[in-house]
């Protein structure tokens, strides 16, 4: 995979960017130029950090790297804080610490011996929107998502799904069994209390395209159990409360498979979420100022 990259950027210097496609994060050393590039992908799936300082720069994948490698003293940031609070994240490209950057989205780092200089290489605000209706939409999505699994499923490793049930995942689920892979590994994590258990939906999904099918459940207990593990793992505070039942659900199928497909972003791309119709009310109530 790095040496496509290497040769990528031997053709086209840094437009080699906008050839990859999926997720990243790398740094690229030229020698000849005495130029580094450190990249992160479109979205920014892949976490990337760097701090500058008088001595130079320092980036990692990770911020605990940044405590040993940061030029200066790495310490709290109180805006961060403030942020956290009121946001319920950080907002980019801020970190919980002071004078470290997370490097956004579509973004790469030009580092030459003159200095560093940041440019944005893809925006997804500039993507021109094609005129359709409905079911040219949906014909799209299916298309790209289609494609997408196939991708993916290009894979040297074992790979498995996580299945919760709802649509996104079980469209993945049905994707992979259309392109004919097999074995079908799926992993679900459910909940004692029936009132929030997703998992007979897994199940359906499960049975109906004959999967491997594995569950985890989770209980109160396993909050105090593995929250001390949590934070010690997280570079920054997270206000997601299916942190532990994900860090579980990863742990079970890492027993099975080095690799998941999972339905992320289906809900925010979609309005899945009843948040959104209540956003929506409310802005039409809120008086014009």
């Not at 200066?72 to 950057?101: H, M, N």
């Not at 689920?173 to 929030?196: K, N």
Request: glycine share 8%; aromatic share 10%; proline share 7%.
């Amino acid at each position: 995979d790095t040496e496509t990259i290497v040769h990528l950027y031997e053709d086209f210097g840094v437009e080699c960017l906008n050839r990859l496609r999926g997720v990243f994060a790398f740094a690229l050393w030229d020698k000849r130029r005495r130029r580094l590039l450190v990249a992160r992908d479109r979205l920014g799936v892949k976490p990337l950090f760097y701090a500058e300082g008088p001595q130079g720069i320092a980036f990692a994948s990770e911020l605990r790297a940044l405590r040993f490698l940061a030029p200066e003293r790495v310490e709290t940031d109180p805006q961060a804080v403030y942020d956290f609070f009121a946001l319920r994240y950080i907002p980019g490209p801020g970190t919980f610490y002071r004078g470290v950057k997370k490097l956004l989205p579509g973004h790469f780092l030009d580092i030459m011996p003159e200095g560093a200089h940041l440019h944005q290489y893809w925006d997804s605000a500039a993507i021109e929107e094609q005129p359709g209706c409905a079911a040219d939409y949906a014909e799209q999505v299916l298309a790209k998502l289609r494609e997408s699994v196939g991708l993916r499923l290009i894979s040297d490793v074992p790979l498995g799904v996580f299945l919760s049930g709802g649509a996104d995942s079980s469209a993945v689920v049905s994707l992979m069994a259309e392109h004919g892979h097999r074995p079908l590994r799926t992993f679900s994590v459910g909940f004692a209390d029936p009132a929030f258990d997703e998992r007979p939906y897994a199940r359906q999904i499960a049975a109906r395209y004959e999967t491997e099918h594995d569950e985890v459940t989770v209980e109160p207990k396993d909050i105090l159990e593995h929250l001390p593990r949590l934070i010690e793992l997280r570079d920054e505070p997270i206000a997601e409360p299916t942190d532990i039942p994900l860090y579980l659900l990863s742990r079970l199928a890492a027993q099975k498979v080095k690799v998941v497909l999972a339905g992320e972003g289906g809900d925010e791309l979609f309005a899945g979420y009843p948040k959104y119709v209540a956003e929506r009310w409310a802005a039409a109530a809120m008086p014009v100022m």
